[in-house]
Structures are given as structure tokens and as C-alpha cells.
């Protein structure tokens, strides 16, 4: 028959080895709830922001004024803009606006234009325009008035050559360049400009997402500046 003493030994013994255990789930409970946690906060790292608290996805505005015969304007779309638009052509949204140091009147009932390389440069900026309203896929686009501006010195020259390389309703812009509505989105695109606060001061001016800071920047390396832009950045900024 067992004693009362070794009764007891064995009961305390049993109690500490339950007490142990006890405390053993605990610590690995608490692992793995932190472990748990860490793996959520490492999916909502990577996860894309339309996939996050933003139900769409982020794209930074690029808005350029430029003007159709200008070197710099050429150089910056040739350069700048057309490279970084094929790189994030899917977080960025372009808005060109030809116009640059252009003036604008208003007489017998419709607009005349003077600018700042002459009668030439106001016919192309107007075709210009007219591309851009014409034309709505946005890559097309921008082909499009990257290969005019490469050689716009013959305007309606460089808009045939170019329609014989991309695909583009020519006809439409050409009626659109012939009438008064060409005149009118030029017009426009006046308005536009000449409502940038700060004013323009260097053509082309680029603004990001409504903000015009940091030109000496952008023109230099625009693929950078817009990388800044993003909240969550995009892969193809860190390649």
C-alpha cells in the first residue's frame, strides 16, 4: 500500500509537469500569432496597392507643354517621355498640351495664333492638337506625336509620313487641322497653359500630378521623378 508521503511527492510532481506544460502552449501560441502577424505584414508589403486600401490603381499624371518646334520640347519627348512611358505605361497617364509661348487672339469670330518659331510652328502645334484629340489610345498617341516632333519643320509632311508608319484616323485629323476646330483646341490649350501658377518660364514645362516643382530635376531624368511619385513603387522602377 502506498504511503501518504509518496502519495504527495507524485501529486506535487504531477501538478509541476501540468504547470510547465501550461506555460509551454502559451510561449508557442504566442509564436505563432506572431508569427502569423509577421506573414500578413509581409503579404501587405508586396501586394499592389489595387489590392490594398486603394481600390484603384495609383498612376502619376504627366502633363507636358510643350511646343512643336521646339528643340528642347523634341528632345524631352524623344528622350524622356517616350522611355518612360513604354517602362510605365500602365501606373503613368500622359496629357500633352501644345501650345507653349504661343499668344492667342480672338478676331472675326475665330482665332489667330502667334508663336514663338513662327506661322509654322502654330500649323503644327494645330495638328498637334488635333492628334490628340483624334487619336484616344494613349500609346498610339504618343507614337504618334513622338514621330512628328522628331522633324516638324514640314507639318503636314511629317503628319503623312508618320500615318504611313502608324495606324491612325489621318483624315479625321486632317479635317480637324483644316477647320476651326483644330483653331479652337489650340485655343484651349492656351487657356491651359497660361493657367499654370507658377507661369511658364521654360518650354517644355512638365507638371507631375498637378505639382510643377523640382523642372531642373524632371527634364534631367523624368523616369526618376515620377518613381518618387508612388506610394507603393512599381517594379519597374527598381529594375
Known amino acids: 500500500m502506498m504511503g501518504l508521503g509518496n502519495f504527495r511527492w507524485r501529486l506535487v510532481i504531477v501538478l509541476i509537469i501540468g504547470l510547465l506544460l501550461w506555460q509551454t502552449s502559451k510561449i508557442w501560441l504566442a509564436f505563432l500569432e506572431g508569427d502569423a502577424a509577421a506573414s500578413v505584414q509581409e503579404i501587405q508589403a508586396v501586394t499592389p496597392l489595387s489590392q490594398k486600401d486603394d481600390p484603384t490603381r495609383q498612376r502619376v499624371h504627366v502633363a507636358v507643354y510643350y511646343e512643336a518646334l521646339c528643340p528642347d520640347s523634341r528632345s524631352f519627348v524623344m528622350k524622356q517621355l517616350g522611355p518612360t512611358y513604354r517602362r510605365l505605361s500602365a501606373d503613368i497617364e500622359v496629357e500633352l498640351v501644345p501650345y507653349g509661348k504661343a499668344a492667342t487672339e480672338k478676331k472675326n469670330g ?64 486632317k479635317k480637324c487641322s ?53 506610394k507603393i513603387t512599381p517594379k519597374e522602377c527598381l529594375s
Open 110 to 173: 475665330g482665332y489667330q495664333f502667334t508663336c514663338q518659331h513662327g506661322p509654322i510652328e502654330c500649323q503644327a502645334n494645330i495638328i498637334h492638337a488635333c492628334t490628340i484629340d483624334v487619336i484616344k489610345d494613349p500609346s498610339i498617341q504618343l507614337q504618334f506625336i513622338t514621330c512628328m516632333i522628331e522633324n516638324n519643320i514640314d507639318p503636314v509632311g511629317i503628319m503623312n509620313k508618320c500615318a504611313e508608319r502608324i495606324s491612325v484616323d489621318l483624315e479625321s485629323i
Open 178 to 230: 483644316n477647320n476651326e476646330k483644330g483653331k479652337e483646341l489650340l485655343a484651349n490649350y492656351g487657356k491651359m497653359t497660361n493657367s499654370l501658377v507658377p507661369g511658364i518660364s521654360f518650354i517644355p514645362t512638365i507638371t507631375l500630378d498637378r505639382s510643377s516643382d523640382y523642372q531642373v530635376r524632371i527634364l534631367k531624368n523624368l523616369l526618376k521623378e515620377v518613381c518618387l511619385h508612388f
